[in-house]
């Protein structure tokens, strides 16, 4: 029972904001740019920038830098962001429904498809265009639903018992915004987000300043 690792996180969660960057350039009008000008403006090492860059399989010119057009394109298909993937969220409730009417998750492919929950009240109804269903029906909707990827936005104490159904139906990848480290068989990959901990940080340091 061990958590797949996703290989190069740390490189990984960069190139949004490289991408974020390169796309402003190529707004001002440039068609080329140096993993220095990237660094500089991050914050980061030159050699850090062109190692991450190099996964996406694209090498700059000596001098010239990358082209820009390639590197957005490049880093949009390493990342899947010129690919749909389906989603289903579980727990319609506020975090959840936030998260399905986030446009950002759409312009990167993100597709919520369906909605699931044990709240008689919220069960029929439409979020965002989303159908919420009963969690009791997730195995036969899932049949109909090419879904990639489950979003946990459950109460944390229902996140390992919701998990394991997922696990059971099929479901191989994870958005877990609960607190809980989920326990996962090796081929389910799980990517933990859970705002509290990330709050808790921002809590203590202003704690501390006092
Ligand atoms: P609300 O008060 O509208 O329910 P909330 O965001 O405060 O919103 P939470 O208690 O965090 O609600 O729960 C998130 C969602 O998860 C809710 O919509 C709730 O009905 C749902 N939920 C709770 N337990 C389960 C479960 N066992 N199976 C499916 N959904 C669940």
């Known amino acids: 029972m061990i958590k797949k690792k996703i290989p190069a996180a740390p490189s990984i969660r960069r190139l949004p904001s490289y991408l974020h960057l390169i796309r402003q350039a190529q707004s001002d009008g440039f068609e080329f740019i140096s993993a220095t000008t990237i660094a500089n403006e991050l914050v980061l090492e030159p050699i850090q920038v062109r190692k991450d860059l190099a996964m996406t399989g694209i090498t700059g010119k000596p001098k010239r830098g990358y082209s820009v057009i390639k590197l957005i394109t490049a880093i949009e298909h390493f990342l899947g ?17 936030a998260l ?7 312009k990167h492919g993100l597709v919520f498809v369906a909605a699931f929950d044990n709240n008689e009240e919220k069960i029929g109804t439409i979020i965002h265009n989303v159908p919420v269903y009963s969690f ?40 877990n915004f609960t607190n809980i480290k989920l326990k996962v068989p090796e081929n ?15 809590s203590f340091v202003l704690g501390k300043a006092d």
Not at 100 to 105: C, I, L, N, V
Not at 193 to 200: E, K, V
């Open 100 to 106: 399905t009417g986030y446009q950002e998750f759409v």
């Open 188 to 202: 389910v990959v799980v990517q933990r987000d859970d705002l509290t901990s990330g709050y808790a940080l921002l």
């Open 81 to 97: 962001w010129d690919s749909v993937k389906n989603a289903i969220l579980i727990g319609a409730g506020n975090l959840g429904t």
């Open 136 to 175: 009791d029906d997730l195995k036969t909707k899932l049949k109909r639903l090419n879904v990639s990827i489950a979003v946990l936005t459950v109460p944390s104490s229902q996140a390992q018992a919701i998990t394991d159904k997922l696990v059971e139906a099929g479901i191989k990848a994870i958005w």
